[in-house]
């Protein structure tokens, strides 16, 4: 019996000095990928930007 994995908590934000959006991995806490062309990813929820 194989288990099933858990698809990966992932979000975008968007990178104040490029403009361009990365993906971060919520469970791990790390950058998985950056895109290189403009606009956000497709079928990835925009994190929320928490100000203090």
Known sequence: MTMAREKPDYV???NPRSGLY???DRTR???????KSEGPYKNVPIAPIKKL
């Open 12 to 14: 975008q934000l968007r």
């Open 22 to 24: 990365v993906k971060v």
């Open 29 to 35: 806490g790390v950058i998985v990928s950056y895109k």
